[in-house]
């Protein structure tokens, strides 16, 4: 009797894990590697520097960070403009890659004062004359006035607010492989209602996983986490968005990498707009019987409060051709044959074991 209850139970089991739908593992979401390409090997030094303010709750800090590749100019200005694009360059990337590092959430709205340190020096040789270098950069970062951490309280508020976002983000159960899968996340946002901010605020992920209303800044930094936690190479876009006959607003969307590059913004579908999803440069979003191509309603510029030298990813030109909806049977069918064979084994069992034959 035994063996035959183990074997019927092993085969439920088998049948359910089999044909459960994939979950995020709970790991920690790998970031984009786009931007970083585009960084220099200083750049490279600040942007890996903003690591460490990952698990730090402070609400300001002070980064230093030592140039570590000596870049040589002939003027003093030219340093310093150096220095300044290189660290613009860094904050943007990181910004648009990690939405979850607090310290850079203000950052489209948030001017980052940068202080250099030179380096005189004297060429002889091929080439003589005086030339300056940067070693070492150093500036401010602080997180929204609303998110600190309160000394007088035990609980730690920062970490709490970043375990609310991620135990919310690893709720979401997302279906589904590649385009399929960046399709399903961004449904996974549709309940997000889109806000605008107020001057000098801006959205960010905890306003639209939490809270349930953001501007296009927090919905995108949402999008890009969801997809990072759960396997896919996507990152932010900033730039200006056009409907209609409006002049362009600022906006933030998303890129995602399924064999190319394709564009998703969530704010733009939960807006009422159609074809946003998995969108080409040549894409139609529709919207009240009117249309527009997705390339010319949406105009990426990296630019936000920081003048900075990244590009974001080049799109594809045609939408993503996603197959036909399946019918309820040809999606649904594996899961309705699962209930059946268990509901059939469960019958089996309680027979067995009133009957005795078990």
Not at 187 to 215: H, P, Q, R, T
Request: aromatic share 8%; hydrophobic share 40%.
């Amino acid at each position: 009797m035994r063996s035959k209850l183990m074997s019927c139970l092993a085969l439920a089991s088998a049948l359910t894990v089999l044909l459960a739908p994939v979950v995020a593992d709970g790991s920690d979401a790998v970031e984009g590697s786009f931007y970083i390409d585009q960084l220099d090997s200083n750049g490279l030094c600040v942007y890996n520097e903003l690591d460490c303010l990952i698990s730090n709750y402070e609400s300001n800090v002070t980064m230093s960070v030592k140039f570590e590749h000596p870049v040589l100019f002939e003027t003093e200005d030219a340093a310093r403009e150096y220095a300044q694009s290189t660290v613009s360059d860094a904050l943007v990337a990181k910004y648009l890659s990690s939405p979850m590092i607090v310290h850079l959430w203000d950052l489209p709205v948030t001017d980052v004062i940068i202080t250099e340190t030179l380096s005189k020096s004297q060429v002889s040789g091929g080439v003589t004359g005086t030339y300056w270098s940067i070693t070492q950069v150093a500036f401010d970062l602080s997180m929204p006035a609303d998110i600190t951490d309160d000394p007088n309280t035990s609980q730690n508020e920062v970490a709490e607010i970043l375990g609310d976002i991620k135990d919310e983000c690893r709720s979401m159960t997302v279906a589904g492989e590649g385009a399929e899968k960046a399709r399903n996340i961004a449904s996974k946002l549709s309940f997000v209602k889109v806000v605008s901010d107020e001057e000098g605020v801006i959205s960010n992920i905890y306003d639209a996983v939490c809270l349930g209303k953001s501007s296009p800044a927090g919905i995108a930094a949402a999008y890009t986490y969801l997809c990072q936690i759960n396997g896919l190479d996507a990152v932010s876009v900033a730039g200006d968005v056009y409907e209609g006959s409006k002049d362009g607003t600022v906006g933030y969307w998303n890129v995602v990498n399924v064999d190319g590059w394709y564009a998703v913004d969530v704010s733009c579908t939960n807006k009422g707009y159609d074809g946003a999803v998995m969108a080409g440069s040549a894409g139609e979003v529709t919207k009240d019987k009117t249309s527009a191509v997705y390339g010319i309603m949406h105009y990426a510029n990296l630019d936000i409060i920081m003048e900075n030298d990244l590009l974001a990813p080049s799109i594809v030109r045609e939408s993503y051709d996603f197959e036909e909806e399946e019918s309820f049977l040809d999606k649904y069918g594996l899961y309705i044959f699962a209930t059946a064979i268990t509901l059939i084994i469960a019958v089996t069992l309680y027979h067995g074991v009133r009957t005795g034959e078990l």
